[in-house]
């Protein structure tokens, strides 16, 4: 049996990669059928993962849920430039809107990039003025809504081509 002392380190070695090709198409399979996959115990596969998990490897796993069929509301994108001075209270705000999935800091003076869900354009219209009109430190807004994702419906082939458009894997889940 390999195993693998805990991890006290973000190093990975080649049955931790194999492992992590082997989840991020299936993050649900068992420990039995990965180790089979990539050669191990069930036993050295759970101690495998479980230091991935702890060294901060592994961040999570998720559902990946297919937006088209489910249709939940409209994704879109937020793009803010903050004043300096308030930058950190706009961020703040932002991370209290419930509306708001993700929210990321991005290059330029002050700049802040949001991924959102609303029920419609009309209420995605009515959230953004008012995030403009009331939260202070905001300068500029601008919004888009999204058609469609193109790089998360990407599969990777063994190769490392791309294929399958239409495929709804993630692969940045896991």
Known sequence: MQGRPE????????????ILEVIRDNARMSYSDI???????????????????????IKGYCTVIDEEL?????????????????????VKVLRAD????EIYSTTGESRIHCIGRSRSTSTLEAHV??????TKGIRKISWHVLLSDL?????????GTETDLGSPKNRDCV
């Open 151 to 159: 790089k998360r419906a990407e599969e990777r082939s063994a190769d």
């Open 35 to 57: 180790g089979n996959t990539v050669g191990l115990s069930r036993v050295s596969v759970k101690k495998r993962m479980e230091a991935m998990e702890k060294a901060g490897v």
């Open 70 to 90: 489910v249709k939940q509301g409209i994704r879109y994108l937020i793009d803010i430039e903050a004043t300096p001075e308030e930058y950190q209270e706009v």
């Open 7 to 18: 991890a006290d380190n973000a190093k990975v070695d080649q049955y931790d990669k194999m």
């Open 98 to 101: 419930r509306e708001l999935e």
């Open 129 to 134: 003025n008012y995030l403009f009109n009331h």
